[in-house]
């Protein structure tokens, strides 16, 4: 630019020159004779073609131009439509153009500030850069989560969308573990995802052992008593990540990205399936899998994820061969030992002639012949309350499992839950009939007005039912005690002192037509209640 605008100066300029110009700066010719221009006026514009010159004028972001970005979630009009008004009260000055305010927070702001102004921290944190942790080897670290499948699953004839608990191991990218919930996931879940994680035998292996650490993202099932007892037992360091930083776990979040795309999305009862119609409603004669089938494809995805995917990290090796290929030594448990450390325990009991006492209930098992009197160890799963496990309160061993007595079958189960449905359906309904209101549409500013007019007998009659019916629940029965009932009558003696006797008994004016006289119908009933 310097030699054109010598040219110029010399003027031995030909438009010949300034074609070639722009054709290596890949600009218009205009666009060069706009910058020969400019820096005929200011010399050091030559030096950086294109740059506008800097003023003392020139607008800034303010605070309160940040404030507002955040208020309207980056709308700029609206952040002018403000400035405006807030300038008519003589509130501030005068706001620029709205293409010099555009510019001066495209200059002035970052893009992922201009995001996490539109979005929040979710839209900011995808313009930040993140390090790559070394990959380390197996076992050195593992990372686990919840993920709920987009996917619905016939549950006991409900649709319900399962969760997944699974275990990944940093270096290799395995899945050590994982464990399926068709409901709300639990410290459970994430005991039997251990278990399935750690155990190397048959389903499980190859992959597994103990690993040094486990990163969890401040989960309460994660962060559970009894999760964390059984970490400290197998001596596996926990590391809490902070909340809102899903990118310090990215192995696993990179799994929970990658099963929707390769492997949910082309299942039946795929939940964000794009659908025709303005309603993404889901087909009536759509047939959702079971909860068994789901299961058994998932475990199947899984293998193939270990054995057969080349993750890009790898460098065109399976999770299978990365693990292979590592020759650290890794630590086992035995199997008895490992379910032993993830039950939760319960305390010490008494074993008598009707079994463990647990949660107000009995638990029998063939073992306890002859064993009665004995203090034991109760340690169980959660939520699995048909069955504990037993052990010597004293020398810790193993005695056996012990089953719930007099447990009901699974058609009553299903009675009892039918009847709560129903139950908890009714009571909703007549909730949302008490609580329905409606109001008027107003287009003037002014008070709600209630929709549904009532007598004032109606009223009344509402209102002394509700009264009535507080008055009965605080009554007290037993607070005056009945009339005695006549000499006739045999009253048994347990009765009698709960009678007032110097209150007399109601008579009908005449005799009975069958028999000597009797009481009347409310002296009758005041027998019958005493």
Request: net charge neutral.
């Amino acid at each position: 630019m310097r030699r054109l605008l010598a040219l110029r100066q010399d003027q031995r300029l030909t438009t010949r020159h300034v074609r070639l110009m722009a054709e290596s700066l890949e600009v218009t010719e205009r666009t060069v004779w706009r910058w020969l221009a400019a820096a005929e006026r200011d010399e050091s514009a030559a030096a950086e073609p294109g740059t506008r010159t800097q003023s003392k004028d020139r607008f800034s972001v303010t605070p309160e131009v940040r404030s507002l970005l955040a208020l309207w979630k980056g709308n700029v009009a609206a952040v002018h439509r403000e400035l405006i008004a807030r300038a008519a009260k003589d509130e501030g000055e005068p706001p620029p153009s709205i293409p010099t305010l555009h510019r001066a927070i495209q200059r002035d702001l970052t893009p992922g500030e201009r995001a996490g102004l539109a979005g929040g921290e979710r839209a900011a944190r995808k313009h930040d850069v993140f390090l790559a942790r070394p990959r380390g080897w197996r076992n050195q670290a593992w990372e686990t989560d919840h993920v709920q499948a987009p996917v619905l699953v016939d549950v006991d004839g409900k649709a319900r969308r399962p969760w997944i608990t699974w275990f990944t191991d940093c270096a290799t990218n395995a899945i050590t573990g994982v464990a399926v919930t068709p409901g709300d996931p639990s410290r459970e879940s994430v005991l039997s995802a251990l278990r399935s994680a750690v155990l190397r035998e048959e389903p499980y292996g190859p992959f597994g052992g103990l690993p040094e650490k486990v990163r969890v993202d401040r989960g309460k099932d994660f962060l559970s008593r009894t999760v964390t007892a059984a970490f400290d037992l197998l001596d596996v360091t926990v590391e809490d990540l902070p909340a809102y930083t899903p990118h310090l776990k990215g192995t696993v979040e990179g799994l929970n990205r990658a099963v929707e795309s390769m492997f949910l999305a082309a299942l039946p009862g795929y939940a964000r399936q794009p659908r025709p119609g303005k309603r993404a409603s889901r087909p009536k004669d759509e047939v959702l899998l079971g909860f068994e089938d789901f299961t058994a494809r998932l475990l199947a995805w899984t293998l193939w994820w270990n054995t057969e995917h080349r993750p890009a990290p790898l460098q065109g090796k399976t999770p299978l061969e990365a693990w292979q290929d590592d020759p650290t030594p890794l630590r086992d448990v035995p199997a008895a030992d490992l379910w032993t450390f993830t039950l939760e325990d319960a305390g010490t009991r008494t074993l008598t002639t009707r079994g463990v006492r647990f949660r107000r209930r009995d638990y029998v098992g063939a073992w306890m012949t002859g064993q009665a009197g004995i203090q034991v160890r109760v340690r169980f799963m959660p939520h699995h309350d048909h069955r504990i496990e037993v052990y010597h309160a004293a020398t810790g061993r193993y005695l056996g499992p012990a089953d719930l007595a007099d447990q009901a079958t699974d058609e009553q189960i299903s009675a009892v839950r039918r009847a709560r449905a129903a139950r908890t359906r009714r009571l909703k309904k007549d909730l949302e009939a008490s609580q329905r209101e409606r109001y008027a549409a107003v287009n003037q500013p002014e008070a709600p007005q209630r929709l549904g007019a009532l007598t004032g007998a109606q009223a009344e009659a509402e209102l002394a039912q509700a009264t009535d019916t507080d008055l009965s629940q605080l009554a007290l029965p037993d607070l005056i005690p009945p009339a005695a009932p006549p000499a006739d009558w045999r009253t048994p003696p347990s009765l009698v002192t709960r009678t007032a006797p110097g209150r007399p008994a109601l008579l009908p004016p005449g005799p009975a037509p069958d028999g000597p006289p009797g009481p009347t119908a409310q002296t009758a009933e005041d027998g019958d209640d005493s």
